[in-house]
């Protein structure tokens, strides 16, 4: 069973920094994408950025220049580096995976598209 646990959330101040961390488990194969989105209060979820077993990695515009995603295989974790927090980033951030043979997952693939998600961590920006 596929499982995903999300850490690193809280509160920051505007202009700080946050590392998320999606810590993985259950993957049969070594060929899945990961996908961080984020829900604030009201709004619908939104793709923030997605990364490709192969490395390939892909962000939305509004935090293109700010937000960087990693992967450590070792650890089976992925990564989200925030940078230059603004208030309008505050909400629920969560991780998803689907199996992607082809590497073709970019950050526009709908939420629909992946097949797990993990619990999500709140973000909180104060401004």
Do not use: H
């Not at 009201?42 to 990693?70: C, L, N, P, Q």
């Not at 939420?111 to 619990?119: E, M, N, R, T």
Request: proline share 3%; with cysteine.
């Amino acid at each position: 069973e596929v499982q995903l646990v999300e850490s690193g959330g809280g509160l920051v101040q505007a202009g700080g920094s946050l590392r998320l961390s999606c810590a993985a488990s259950g993957f049969t194969s070594d060929d899945y994408a990961i996908g961080w989105f984020r829900q604030a209060p009201g709004k619908e979820r939104e793709a923030v950025s997605s990364i490709t077993s192969d490395g390939s990695d892909d962000y939305a515009d509004s935090v293109k220049g700010r937000f960087t995603i990693s992967s450590d295989n070792a650890q089976n974790t992925v990564y989200l580096q925030m940078d230059s927090l603004k208030s309008e980033d505050t909400a629920v951030y969560y991780c998803a995976a689907l199996r992607d043979p082809y590497r073709v997952v970019v950050v526009t693939t709908p939420p629909s598209a992946y097949d797990y998600w993990g619990q999500g961590t709140q973000v909180t920006v104060s401004s």
